[in-house]
């Protein structure tokens, strides 16, 4: 009864003057907002609040972390009814974590009860895990700003956003059709050999960075050193790289007559030439940038990342993390710095390898499979947001952006979870990635998952209405939507564009043995411009067998044409890849008939697809009209 008369005396505050004036139509509104208002809990955040306030409207607590404990604890003391939902309000503004915030099962909600995280109305609320670099001072062409310490430490971080806007990490070409191409690849002495006049007058390497094009993958590769030869140079690298590197068979790189691989080298102040370049000495602790043009950085809003995660959905297979939703939310400046202290030789879709090494001969478990050629162990990249044996957690109309890995992440026993109205924009990795790919590297990636536990098994995902661009924009090999071993997926309505690879990846493991993936579905989605800067591509692509599944009513068109694609004519709008099977292709609108089918298993349909689909597909794929918002700005 306490929080029924406090919830009654906040709605009396708000308007008690107002009604001297009009005293019976504010008494209807007054009852109308007390009966709004019993329906559930409020509690209340806000940049300018205080964790020691009561998280009323009027005193505000200031974190999410103290809002969720205070949930927590009316919930434990049964002082929720059955009925009430628990939201939480976030009003405009910044809410910087200083490490990730875990919602665990003790923050359950229930199907009547369930919590919600939204925003106050119109007003654009952003969970942040970047800090602000201040105090630039002028030196020669240069503006320099020492980099503070995060929670007692050095940071070290690989992206700077100025006014919003991702500043470039400074690098030798400034257009990437003008990049280099390798002359050699030594794996016995694990040496790159490039031209000499691509790193010619580098006297200071440490921390220099080459990025190596190969096939449908981009590796970040830190210098150890270089020593000429005539017109070449030979590059060596750091562990672990270097083994992965030179040991891994696929993707590697091209040495084709006139088509090698290409290359560019990167975070090295000689490379600091063009405005809206950074340079970050992490030695000193000092970054270094060249101003655009009309940029005061007196006025300006500089910001790194300083953490990988901002929200981690966590339960276990017993106790997972029910009935939690968030709408309009953002999450934005998260970083990822893997890449900066053990490199990243990705396999596909931006996984890390691990360990990975050719066969020789060919075959793997007893010669069950006979084929396979090469081993290799994967690790997923972090996402801002990530889930981990959840049930019915829905996010919609949220923000994912400026992002320096996977934007969100479904990793491993989640289910029912809905992922609509939301956009996905400026990040280096993946935009979402759902289900299980790797087990963090306690499974080999060509092994079909098919765990004893079913309960692992991500399903019943719904991901619809998603506006997803300007992803893949650093780790070119990621995609829009990567979906590994997942089942009973729904991917529908979604729009997909500018991306450096693939649109949409659904399945894994390059294999035509039973595993988990079934009934999966691909519906009315517009993928457009994809392919940027990585050939051997679809806009829509899978792996591996997955009974039941169906892609029907998509559209695919507007592929880039890189000059450096190590085949240009390795391009395609539908692609099953190894060990598909039992998917029905169908209805899918494509400016022509150009799709491959490559090593595939039983039970393909192909009906319908290319350019004589009805124009009403057209019409229809891609975002509804009530989310078509969000391809103007969220």
């Known amino acids: 009864m306490d929080a029924l008369f406090v919830k009654i005396r906040v709605v009396f505050t708000g308007i008690f003057n107002d009604m001297k004036r009009e005293p019976k139509i504010y008494l209807l509104l007054c009852l109308l907002s007390i009966s709004a208002t019993l329906l559930g809990i409020n509690i209340y955040i806000s940049p300018t609040g205080n964790d020691n306030s009561g998280g009323s409207i009027q005193a505000p607590y200031a974190t999410l972390y103290r809002a969720l404990w205070q949930a927590r604890e009316l919930r434990r003391l049964h002082k929720v009814s059955v009925k009430d939902t628990v939201h939480i309000i976030l009003k405009g503004g910044t809410y910087p974590l200083y490490e990730p915030l875990v919602i665990r099962p003790e923050d359950n909600g229930t199907k009547t009860s369930p919590t919600i995280i939204e925003n106050a109305h119109n007003e654009q609320p952003i969970i942040s895990g970047g800090i602000a670099i201040t105090g630039w001072e002028k030196s020669g062409n240069f503006q320099v700003a020492s980099v503070p310490e995060f929670n007692g430490n050095k940071v070290n971080f690989r992206q700077l956003w100025i006014n919003g806007r991702k500043a470039v990490r400074a690098r030798n070409v400034s257009d990437f059709n003008k990049m280099d191409r390798i002359l050699g690849f030594n794996k016995q002495t694990r040496t790159l050999w490039i031209p000499a006049s691509s790193v010619r007058g580098l006297t200071n390497i440490p921390h220099t960075e080459l990025d190596l094009l190969q096939m449908w993958e981009v590796a970040n590769l830190r210098i150890k050193s270089i020593r000429f030869h005539g017109d070449s140079a030979g590059v060596t690298f750091h562990n672990p790289e270097s083994q992965i590197e030179f040991e891994h068979p696929w993707p590697h790189p091209m040495i084709q007559k006139g088509n090698n691989s290409p290359f560019y080298l990167t975070n090295n102040i000689a490379f600091l030439d063009q405005p809206g370049e950074w340079y970050y000495d992490q030695d000193q602790s000092k970054i270094y940038y060249l101003p655009r043009k009309g940029e005061d950085m007196n006025n300006v ?100 952006e400026h992002l320096g890995a996977c934007g969100l992440d479904i990793i491993s026993g989640s289910k029912f979870t809905t992922v609509k109205g939301c956009l996905f924009r400026d990040i280096a990795g993946n935009g979402m990635q759902i289900g ?71 399945g894994w493991g390059w294999t035509k043995s039973p595993n988990c993936m079934r009934n999966n579905h691909v519906i009315a989605n517009y993928v457009h411009h994809y392919a940027k800067h990585m050939y051997d591509v679809a806009g829509i692509y899978t792996l591996s067998a997955q009974p039941k599944t169906i892609i029907e009513d998509n559209v695919v068109d507007s592929i880039y044409t890189p000059s450096y694609a190590h085949d240009p004519n390795h391009w395609f709008y539908l692609y099953t890849d190894e060990g598909s ?54």
């Open 301 to 400: 809003k500089a910001v790194i990342p300083v953490l990988q995660t901002l929200i981690e959905i966590k339960g276990t297979p017993d106790h997972p993390v029910q009935y939690i939703q968030f709408k309009g939310i953002g999450f934005e400046y998260a970083g990822w710095t893997r890449p900066s202290e053990k490199g990243h030789v990705p396999l596909q879709a931006g996984m890390d390898i691990l360990e990975g090494y050719s066969l020789k001969p060919p075959g793997a478990l007893g010669n069950k499979n006979k084929g396979l050629e090469n081993q290799a162990w994967i690790k997923r990249q972090p996402a801002s947001v990530s889930l981990t044996d959840t049930r019915n957690i829905t996010i919609k109309q949220c923000k994912f």
């Open 581 to 634: 099977s039992y998917i029905t292709i169908k209805n899918n609108w494509t400016p022509a008939e150009r799709f491959l089918k490559n090593a595939n298993g039983p039970g393909n349909v192909w009906k319908n697809n290319g350019p004589t689909v009805s124009d009403s597909i057209k019409e229809h794929a891609g975002l509804e009209k009530k989310y078509r918002f969000l391809q103007k700005e969220f």
């Open 436 to 506: 299980s790919f790797d087990d963090n590297g306690s499974i080999e990636t060509h092994m079909p998952y098919h765990p004893a536990d079913k309960r692992t098994v991500c399903s019943d995902q719904r991901i619809m209405d998603n506006y997803i661009t300007n992803v893949s924009n650093e780790d070119w090999g990621c995609v829009g939507i990567a979906a590994g071993f997942v089942k009973n997926i729904y991917i529908e309505h979604n729009e997909i564009n500018d991306v450096s690879y693939t649109g949409i990846s659904l």
